[in-house]
């Protein structure tokens, strides 16, 4: 059936996105990543049965897979034939469900502080008895220390209060049925039938979903990846909006080869990116895209080492290897990156020592050519 509560933002010509809430959460959680994703993506946020002030179509139990079906179910209603899924906790194990299940729905997948299993099954029923009995809202102190580690809901009462004010909007009925879908749920047998690019994302210190949990079932979907946001509990997207924010872009928009594109332009020059782009053909155009994606968008852009250094290493092995063509290309990316003449002579007489005096000379000989060159014509 169709969520009876459910937001959409952004182009209709975009590719489509849904975010799925935690248990007991509703689509306000999504509110620090609102921004990058709306520059990307037609945002789909969700609520579930009972959640975000809705009230249940029906009194539980549920199950993941009813969960699931609704929001297949609306991206039918959409007219969206496939999407990227988003989860976190319940989400993420609805959106498990939907990529084992209908692969072709599902375009990237993200998985945060989540699990295909997560028993025993007694404490999800026992909460489900204490919330029908209750209010999700009775639930508001405990879930706090478990959803963001110690000290945090007090330096940030505006997300305490949030917590709160979620809870308040969810049903018991709602809140409860969910909760018994978790206890029925084991997914594991399934995650093998995961078909998109999938990437589990952690927090450190999250006592609900540690990241060995994440990790354990990140290996049972081929090529997926893992990534663990430090400082934060189980509500990671909360905790660490940034650091969040930045994972689940370099995810979703696949930003390597843009990162990359960008980085080599600043060290090999537009005229160079710009004549090389022109002069590849169909047959080179992959092999160009892996270079910048990999060698560029995730080696060079990462931030152990600065540029300069990267630079210095570069031309070294170049020089060492006498990949004569690609030494002169970085020689000018060196020079771009900060190294002058003199550093540049040291860099081959270290070379010269550890790689041999002819590969060294070699080298001296071509940057002597750089140097002699117009950097403007570069």
């Known amino acids: 059936m169709i969520p009876k509560s459910y937001r959409v933002d952004g182009s209709t010509s975009a590719p489509a996105l849904v975010m799925l809430n935690s248990l007991g959460a509703s689509s306000e959680m999504w509110d620090p990543q609102m921004p990058a994703l709306l520059g990307r993506f037609r945002v789909i946020r969700v609520e579930h049965r009972g959640h975000g002030g809705s009230q249940p179509p029906a ?12 929001i297949l179910d609306l991206l039918d209603h959409l007219g969206e034939t496939s999407a990227s899924i988003c989860g976190l906790s319940l989400g993420g194990m609805i959106a498990m ?13 993200v998985i945060a502080s989540s ?45 305490a209060e949030l917590v709160r004010r979620m809870l308040e909007g969810a049903s018991a009925e709602g ?39 994440l990790l354990e079932a990140s290996m049972e979907i081929k090529g997926a990846a893992m990534t663990v946001i430090a400082s934060a509990a189980h509500l990671a997207n909360l905790e660490q909006p940034a650091h969040f924010t930045d994972a689940l872009m370099g995810h979703l928009a696949d930003l390597a080869p843009i990162r ?12 160079h990116v710009d004549r090389s782009r022109a002069s590849h053909s169909n047959f080179e155009a992959s092999f160009i895209a892996m270079i910048t994606s990999f060698a560029w968008g995730d080696i060079w852009s990462r931030p152990g080492l600065d540029k300069k250094t990267r630079s210095a290493i570069t ?26 003449e003199t550093e540049l002579a040291e860099i081959f007489m270290h070379t010269a020592v550890y790689a041999g005096i002819p590969a060294a000379n070699g080298a001296m000989a071509i940057a002597r050519q750089v140097l002699e060159e117009d950097p403007t014509t570069w």
């Open 315 to 340: 031309i070294s092995v170049l020089a060492a290897l006498g990949h004569q063509a690609e030494l002169k290309l970085h020689l000018r990316g060196a020079i771009r990156n900060g190294w002058d």
């Open 97 to 109: 469900w939907i990529a084992a299940n209908f692969p072709h729905r599902v375009d990237r997948l």
């Open 175 to 213: 809140y409860a049925g969910c909760a018994e879908a978790i206890a029925t749920m084991d997914l594991r047998p399934s995650l093998g039938d995961i078909r998109a690019p999938t990437l589990f994302i952690a927090g450190a210190y999250d006592p609900v979903t540690p990241p060995a949990m």
């Open 260 to 271: 990359g594109d960008r980085l080599r332009r600043e060290v090999l020059g537009d005229s």
């Open 59 to 70: 009194p539980g139990p549920y199950t993941i897979e009813d969960l699931g079906t609704d």
């Open 115 to 159: 699990s295909p299993y997560l028993g025993p099954a007694s404490s999800w029923l026992d909460r489900a008895a204490i919330v029908r009995q209750s209010t999700p809202a009775s639930l508001g102190t405990t879930l706090l220390e478990r959803w963001f580690t110690p000290g945090f809901p007090q330096q940030h009462p505006e997300i």
